[in-house]
């Protein structure tokens, strides 16, 4: 494992908003990875894996389409069913994480619509969908040693290039990002989406990319044209379970 992720973190930090993600979104190698998670963070990361399977049915690869669909029964059981209404979480805690993943556009509060682009950006990582990923990204992104921000096309030339050049279907999420821990708060006139870090993820980026902390934030802001990231950054908290 480690020797992998020595070949992946060849670059260094213009291309840190690929790997993050490369890192969340990618399909897992390890089959048992999400029995510790809750039934509406199997549900999150159950919709995830369809939506890559429609990804890959439109097209007209139909065995990897057939391989996402049978990851994601097998990790919610039922969800490619017409009738998931008894799969739905009954409390408001659980609807809002389970809204994280919905397709459609929320309406109200900004929180809402933060969590609804952030998993949209995901998604778009996750089956290589770089016109969705282009939509939600500002015409530069800050990035830790940029301070003046790289530009869009720049930033798209990297998703490229690593879409093209890496496997990233054997690495397992889940030993980089605990996926379960999604926060969202305002910070300005931005909103940033913080994910945390496992031991061996904040490891991993120090060492091989020089990015240190144990939380990832992901800035989004809202313009007349809609939500885009405009920053990803990175900070070390006392204690994760603190927010």
Not at 88 to 108: D, F, I, L, Y
Request: avoid cysteine.
């Amino acid at each position: 494992m480690k020797d992998t992720f020595k070949h992946i973190f060849n670059f260094r930090h213009l291309s840190l908003f690929t790997v993050m993600f490369l890192f969340v979104m990618n399909l897992s190698a390890a089959e048992s990875f999400y029995e510790s998670y809750s039934d509406s963070e199997r549900l999150v990361i159950a919709g995830a894996y369809m939506a890559v399977s429609e990804q890959y049915e439109e097209l007209g690869e139909k065995d990897k389409a057939t391989d996402y669909k049978a990851m994601a029964e097998q990790i919610f059981p039922g969800i490619g069913s017409e009738d998931m209404s008894a799969a739905t979480p009954a409390t408001p805690a659980e609807v809002e994480q389970v809204q994280a993943s919905a397709p459609a556009r929320p309406s109200g509060k900004e929180t809402e619509a933060v969590r609804y682009f952030f998993g949209k950006l995901l998604r778009a990582v996750f089956s290589e969908n770089k016109a969705d990923i282009d939509s939600l990204l500002s015409t530069r992104l800050y990035l830790p040693g940029y301070d003046e921000g790289v530009k869009k096309s720049v930033v798209m030339d990297n998703v490229s290039w690593a879409f093209d050049k890496y496997e990233l279907d054997k690495i397992n999420p889940a030993l980089i990002y605990k996926l379960n821990r999604l926060y969202i708060q305002s910070e300005g006139s931005s909103w940033v989406a913080s994910i945390d870090l496992s031991e061996e993820g904040e490891q991993i980026f120090a060492d091989e990319i020089g990015f240190y902390g144990n939380r990832h934030m992901f800035y989004f802001r809202e313009y007349r044209e809609g939500w885009r990231l405009i920053a990803i950054n990175a900070e070390t908290v006392k204690s994760i379970e603190d927010f």
